[in-house]
């Protein structure tokens, strides 16, 4: 008896060190917060990562398990974000017939849209005196978010603080653009939706794909584009600036 | 299902592609941006997507947001490290993204509608 208790012992410290438990943890937050984000209806500020995030943030604090440990052992699923990030090739190239149709707005919208993007969040805080781990941070704030952690992670900021950005970017963006089209009279989908895409990354193109399938083409046309452009001109430009 | 794996066998090939060419040129890109890139490429160039690589690609675009996780709950552990900064990211956010929204409408707006005005000038 006291070896199956010593046993037990031994096991509450291995077990939080094996990769299975993060990934275990993770994957039923994920799946709770998608069943929450049903039960409540679906609310737009909220999406269910958010949600997900909050219950396995509890499930961490209620556990012996800390945050470094967890971070180490669900390495094994992240990895996936690479081969991931690199799918999202697949969708931009199918997305390139419609840079065809309308190339000069686009192209000519583009860089100083993207440039802005991240311009003026930084310039704000750069006045407000932010430290350089919060610029760095806010930076990548429009970029669809496996591109932008990539970025994030070239220009030295905080992963989670980019998170949160990411989050009160990609809700903000698509209440304001929602607002100002309807008050400056813009009906014009392709408008408002690669506004949406580059503004408000995977969030805004959800809000897109509502209006309809152009927004949403030229949502997620936006979003890949702001990506990659944003992805080569930040890290140099932080380079030559800082 | 083998179809799956050979999709994952060209996407994770990109993504050492993407390895080799940021450590070879000393760009500052992640990997899995630049093995992004060289996919769209080489995607323009063979004018043909392939059936593996759809179908790979498709699930793992759809896995992001459980991806994306583990890096969101970070947040909770690290608050600390930003107390006092909150205000300041807050209004940078929040007046940042209506401006750049502002602006991005203005200009496509603009840009969009000029083409179809001048036969009437």
């Not at chain 2, 760009?27 to 790979?56: E, F, I, K, Q």
Request: proline share 7%; net charge neutral.
């Amino acid at each position: 008896m006291s070896e199956l208790l010593l046993r037990l012992e031994s096991l509450a410290h291995t077990l939080p060190q094996r990769p299975e438990t993060a990934i275990v943890l993770t994957l039923a937050a994920y799946f709770a917060g998608l069943r929450l984000f049903n039960w409540l209806r679906s609310p737009a500020w909220c999406p269910p990562i958010l949600l997900a995030a909050c219950l396995l943030a509890g499930l961490l604090a209620l556990l012996p398990l800390g945050y470094t440990e967890y971070h180490r052992g669900v390495s094994w699923l992240t990895w996936l974000l690479g081969p991931a990030t690199v799918a999202l090739g697949v969708p931009l190239y199918q997305q390139v017939h419609h840079i065809r149709t309308l190339w000069k707005p686009i192209v000519l919208t583009l860089p100083p849209a993207a440039i802005l993007a991240a311009g003026y969040a930084v310039g704000i805080a750069w006045l407000l005196d932010a430290p350089p781990t919060v610029l760095a941070s806010l930076a990548p704030k429009s970029v669809t978010a496996p591109i932008a952690m990539g970025i994030v992670e070239e220009l030295r900021g905080s992963v989670p603080l980019l998170m949160g950005a990411l989050l009160i970017t990609g809700v903000m963006a698509t209440l304001s653009i929602t607002l100002l089209a309807r008050w400056g009279n813009i009906h014009d989908p392709r408008v408002i939706g690669f506004a949406l895409g580059v503004n408000g990354h995977a969030i805004g193109t959800v809000r897109a794909f509502d209006i309809g399938p152009t927004a949403g083409a030229f949502a997620s046309l936006g979003m890949s584009l702001t990506g990659v452009f944003t992805a080569l001109w930040l890290p140099m430009m932080w380079y030559f600036v800082g | 299902m083998l179809s799956i794996l050979r999709g994952f066998l060209i996407l994770t090939a990109f993504l050492m592609l993407g390895d080799i060419t940021v450590e070879l040129f000393a760009l500052p890109l992640s990997s899995g941006v630049a093995g992004m890139l060289l996919l769209t490429l080489w995607l323009l160039l063979r004018r043909r997507l392939s059936h593996d690589l759809g179908a790979a690609s498709q699930p793992l675009i759809g896995m992001l947001a459980l991806l994306i996780m583990p890096g969101v709950v970070g947040i909770f552990f690290q608050a600390d490290e930003f107390s006092g900064q909150w205000l300041t990211i807050f209004i940078a956010l929040i007046l940042g993204t209506l401006l750049s929204s502002l602006t991005t409408l203005w200009l496509m707006q603009r840009l969009v509608a000029s083409p179809r005005e001048r036969p009437h000038e």
